[in-house]
């Protein structure tokens, strides 16, 4: 189907499915109970949820298959959602020229710095994407401000007249449309004590991811994909076979670029503005955390690592101190106190401490990721099912 | 004039001389070994000839081009495979995989982006692949992974990864350094066999005589960066001078 193995085309329906679905899967609990917090299931968080899967997805291909660890990728979100940017200031605030156009920038931007980083492997192209992202950030913060808004960043105001659409009025503030529909339409469906929200803009961001998917897919099985992993593999032979390493690894470096420029394109998209922060080194390093969480080189990996990631950013960040308190309200007053005190430093604005915890337990215990993780588990069930299967049999003899 | 010509090659490593005004021409469907003790220049001269090093001095050509200055994967391209100490195979990849990639490399040359195609929708390339594991008896192997090969299959692996690029010239470098005395004479069995199911001309850079002399054709013996003697095996085998180079330290 699709032009896809079995094994493949069931992955991009599972996900599409997922996708299609999220409204529902990602709001368990019902309104109003003590659960509900842990509920993903809103616009804005969903939105993220797709848009740092497509970044994910792309750093893949880089990552995953050629092993050159990219620490400069949030570089190419940023060039991406400034030339979304501007496209809407200059020529309309209908999405998909924005996106196009993020998808250009960002791929020409990614050949240039793909070309000189590429020169050198290993730590060295690390540190050669890195400075690049932090010489984007500090052009976007200070010298090009006249283009990127500076520390403010830009968004659509009334003084900007894009070519194909009418002015706003004083004051309103411009929002991303497609054919005239915001992204912020939602539609509202209560049932029982559930409530559930179909955001126009989530269903956008999430076509575009499965049909970003659906490439990665097609590249991790053709001959271009072998490449890159022969490129990982055993660059030496790959020369002595007759095949030059370099265009290949340029060309996944600029794929995966063009891919964090739909992300920042489709960023802009939802949410009308940009800042240079989005370009920091830290931006790129959660990129790198996402792949190899979820699992590098894999297909669903990197898109469960952004998931993870961002689920866990926006809803662990949101637990207080007020909430500990009425968790551990059974516990006698002395030890809920201790308790909380325990637990406070992990919530909150301490969520990056649990983050690098799991972390860890991931790369030690899991090496392969959250992937892993769900491999391992499967083949458990597995076992058991043909020891099971094989019972029966147990008085023939073995082969 | 052989297929490839080697003259008056000259390369120092600071005070140290290790190719001395070295000619060397391997004739057309040979196969043609490189002998000498250590440090005679053999891996020098290897090195020269697959574009890792550019000697100080001399030219060399490989039907009727010059090779010096050209990257390995061109030369490659030119119609020279090499076979290395240890295999050098792509080791996180199947068995498969590993004689595609080769395949892939001789139709499309040294780069094509071919990003959206299956792999499986690649017959012809598939057939080729399938065929030369059949004939290095690697078939049933080909969902393995390489790099849990024990280093016979691995060896093989990898001459079949040459061989299916059906290469002009074949370059060898101590195919059997460091294998257990059954794993050499399999090796051995296995050149013999590839050499007259295929006229391919094979140049083999080798320490164990015993490899040797069933191999080759011709022998060419260098001493200190010298070609000492070149000649067929039956003549080298009591060469008064070959005799010296190899035994001279013994007698000290």
């Known amino acids: ?399 | 004039m052989g297929i490839l010509e080697v003259k008056g090659i000259n390369k120092r490593f600071g005070g140290l001389q290790a190719l001395g005004n070295v000619n060397l021409s391997v004739a057309e469907n040979t196969t043609h070994a490189i002998i000498g003790p250590n440090g005679a220049g053999k891996s020098t001269l290897l090195n020269v000839l697959i574009g890792k090093l550019i000697p100080d001095s001399g030219s060399v050509m490989f039907d009727g081009q010059s090779v010096l200055g050209r990257k390995p994967h061109e030369i490659n391209q030119m119609g020279i495979s090499r076979v290395f100490q240890t295999p050098e195979i792509f080791g996180d990849l199947t068995v498969f995989e590993n004689v595609m990639i080769p395949c892939f490399a001789k139709r499309d040359g040294p780069f094509r982006m071919h990003a959206i195609e299956s792999i499986f929708a690649e017959k012809g390339i598939q057939e080729q692949a399938e065929g030369i594991l059949s004939d290095v008896n690697m078939l049933e192997k080909r969902h393995m992974t390489a790099s849990s090969l024990s280093r016979g299959d691995k060896r093989r692996l990898e001459m079949a990864m040459c061989l299916v690029q059906d290469p002009k010239l074949l370059l060898l470098d101590e195919p059997t350094a460091g294998m257990a005395r059954a794993d050499t004479q399999n090796t051995i069995a296995l050149l013999k066999e590839i050499r007259e199911k295929r006229n391919i001309t094979m140049a083999i850079i080798e320490h164990d005589m015993n490899v040797v002399f069933s191999l080759a054709e011709r022998i060419t013996v260098l001493a200190q960066g010298m070609p000492l003697v070149e000649d067929i095996p039956e003549n080298i085998k009591g060469h008064p001078k070959v005799r010296e180079a190899y035994l001279g330290e013994a007698q000290v």
């Open chain 1, 1 to 399: 189907m699709f032009g896809l193995e079995k094994k493949d085309a069931r992955l991009l329906l599972l996900v599409a499915t997922m996708a299609m679905f999220a409204p529902f899967l990602l709001n368990p609990f019902p309104e109003g109970s003590a659960m509900a917090q842990f509920n993903a299931g809103y616009p804005d968080l969903m939105q993220r949820f797709v848009i740092f899967g497509i970044l994910a997805i792309g750093f893949n291909i880089l990552f995953g298959l050629t092993g050159y660890l990219s620490f400069g990728h949030a570089a190419f979100l940023g060039v991406g959602s400034y030339a979304a940017i501007w496209s809407m200031k200059l020529v309309t605030m209908n999405i998909i020229p924005a996106i196009i156009l993020a998808v250009i920038v960002a791929g020409a931007f990614a050949l240039i710095v793909g070309y000189i980083s590429l020169r050198r492997s290993g730590i060295y192209f690390s540190i050669l994407t890195l400075a690049f992202a932090q010489m984007s950030y500090s052009l976007a913060y200070s010298v090009l401000t006249p283009i990127t808004g500076g520390e403010t960043g830009l968004q659509i105001k009334a003084h900007d007249t894009p070519l194909l659409d009418r002015a706003l009025e004083a004051g309103q503030i411009g929002r991303a449309n497609l054919f005239g529909f915001e992204m912020s339409n939602s539609v509202q469906l209560q049932l029982g004590g559930w409530e559930f929200t179909f955001n126009l803009g989530y269903y956008i961001a999430a076509i575009v991811m499965l049909g970003a998917f659906y490439l990665a897919i097609r590249i991790f099985r053709s001959p271009f994909g072998m490449m890159l992993r022969a490129v990982k593999s055993n660059q030496q032979r790959m020369n002595y076979a007759g095949l030059s390493p370099k265009p290949y690894t340029l060309a996944a470096f600029v794929i995966s670029g063009m891919y964090a420029g739909l992300a920042g394109g489709l960023m802009v998209a939802m949410d009308t503005q940009v800042g240079p922060e989005r370009m920091f080194w830290t931006a790129s390093g959660e990129i790198v955390i996402m792949v190899i969480l979820g699992g590098a080189g894999t297909l669903l990996g990197p898109v469960l690592g952004a998931g993870f990631i961002k689920y866990f950013e926006n809803i662990i960040s949101k637990i207080n101190e007020t909430i500990l308190h009425s968790w551990f309200a059974f516990l006698p007053d002395g030890l809920e106190d201790f308790v909380v005190a325990m637990v406070y430093p992990f919530i909150g604005k301490g969520w990056h401490l649990t983050l690098g915890i799991m972390f860890m337990l991931v790369v030690i215990f899991l090496p392969g990721g959250l992937v892993q993780g769900g491999q391992k588990i499967a083949g458990l069930f597995q076992r058991r099912k043909s020891a099971d299967a094989a019972k029966p049999n147990a008085t023939e003899p073995a082969e």
